[in-house]
């Protein structure tokens, strides 16, 4: 099936570092990129939408200023999370999606924990 | 009304069991409906689709009802590989987008 990875696993740095996490789909090329976040027990919210070449679309509420997003292939997207702060404490997943004759399915990135002290 | 909601769980089985999860969803125009699977600090990860017809993969059977707004998960003979965070999932019509539901936790005990 389709493969896609994130890198890093995991991040645990100082407030006010800004952190950037890579997502590519290592075996087909993506319609779509989609970065999530889940805090604990809660539910993956989607917090933007991206397309290559062109700008991130944001969910409301998600500050497209601190979270950037570049989408510079139809393998590679990636998220910058700018002067984090702990409130920015979470998982973040990334999915890429392909498009098919029965429809568009996402296959997710395994997901990037970041911890900010 | 949250645009999909699961029962809360965590359901508690023994193996063997046969567990069902429901799910009722907000927006009438969905168009697209799934089951994923997310194990414990996990990337969520596809189950199966389901369609309007219902469909069966091995132990797993998916329902969905469009006129009541509603989608099930049944696992027949549960395995301990079993446990996991069941996560029903829609997407509105013409957009790639999905919105996930809480989950909801299964346990699977010997």
């Known amino acids: 099936g389709a493969v896609v990875s994130q890198h890093p696993s995991w991040v645990i740095c100082k407030s006010g570092t800004s952190v950037k996490i890579e997502c590519r789909s290592l075996?087909?090329?993506?319609?779509?990129m989609f970065w999530y976040r889940q805090f604990p027990k809660q539910s993956l919210m989607l917090m933007a939408t991206?397309?290559?070449?062109?700008?991130?679309?944001?969910e409301q509420g998600v500050e497209k200023d601190k979270f950037l997003i570049n989408h510079a292939s139809l393998t590679l997207s990636t998220l910058t999370v700018t002067s984090a702060h702990p409130e920015d404490s979470s998982f973040y997943i990334c999915?890429?999606?392909?498009?098919?004759?029965?429809?568009?399915?996402?296959?997710f990135g395994p997901g990037t924990r970041l911890l900010v002290l | 009304r949250k645009e999909v909601e699961q029962d809360p769980g965590p359901f508690n089985v023994p193996e063997g069991a046969t567990v069902a999860f429901n799910c009722t969803y907000s927006?009438?125009?969905?168009?697209?409906f799934f089951w994923y699977r997310q194990d414990c600090r996990k990337e969520p990860k596809l189950l199966m689709s389901?369609?309007?017809s219902g469909n069966e993969d091995g132990r797993f059977t998916a329902q969905l009802n469009r006129a009541s707004q509603y989608i099930s998960l049944l696992i027949r003979d549960s395995k301990l590989s079993d446990s996991a965070t069941y996560l029903c999932?829609?997407?509105?019509?013409?957009?790639?987008?999905?919105?996930f539901g809480k989950g909801t936790m299964l346990l699977v005990s010997p």
């Open positions: 999915s890429a999606s392909i498009r098919s004759q029965i429809g568009e399915t996402q296959y």
């Open positions: 075996d087909f090329q993506a319609t779509t």
């Open positions: 991206s397309n290559e070449g062109s700008k991130a679309t944001y």
């Open positions: 927006n009438s125009a969905s168009q697209s």
């Open positions: 389901v369609y309007s």
């Open positions: 999932v829609v997407s509105p019509p013409g957009y790639s987008t999905l919105t």
